[in-house]
C-alpha cells in the first residue's frame, strides 16, 4: 500500500509604510507544523512590489514541493498570476514574470 502525503500550504503577504517594507511567509506541514519566515526589504516598494517579493521569497524556499496551495491577501497580485487581471504597472513587470517562472514547476 502506498500512503500520500498531504500538501504543504503557504501563506504570504507583504506590506509597506513609511517606516519601512516588510514580507512574510508561513508554510503549514502536512503534520500541522508552523514555520514562519518574515524579512525586512532594504528599499521602499509599493504594497504590490512587496507581496511580489514575498511570493518569490516563498516560492525559492519551497523549490522542491511539486504542489504548493498559494494563499496571498493581494488581490491584484493572485489575479495577475491567474491572467484574470493585465499587469499595467511597469514596476511589476519583472516580478510577475519571475514569479510565473518559478510557478512553472508546481503541478497545478
Known amino acids: 500500500m502506498i500512503e500520500v502525503t498531504p500538501l504543504w500550504k503557504m ?3 507583504g506590506a509597506s509604510h ?15 507544523e508552523i514555520l514562519p519566515y518574515s524579512f525586512t526589504l532594504t528599499q521602499n516598494c509599493s504594497d504590490n512590489v512587496a507581496e511580489y ?11 522542491d514541493a511539486k504542489q504548493l ?4 491577501d493581494s488581490q491584484l497580485v493572485v489575479n495577475q498570476l491567474l491572467s484574470l487581471y493585465e499587469v499595467k504597472k511597469p ?5 510577475h514574470n519571475y514569479a510565473k517562472k518559478l510557478i512553472g514547476w508546481l503541478e497545478m
Do not use: N, R
Open 11 to 13: 501563506y504570504l503577504d
Open 53 to 63: 517579493q514575498a511570493l518569490i521569497f516563498g516560492l525559492k524556499i519551497a523549490v
Open 91 to 95: 514596476e511589476l513587470f519583472p516580478y
Open 18 to 32: 513609511k517606516e519601512g517594507v516588510g514580507d512574510g511567509v508561513v508554510f503549514v506541514t502536512s503534520e500541522g
Open 69 to 72: 496551495p498559494l494563499k496571498g
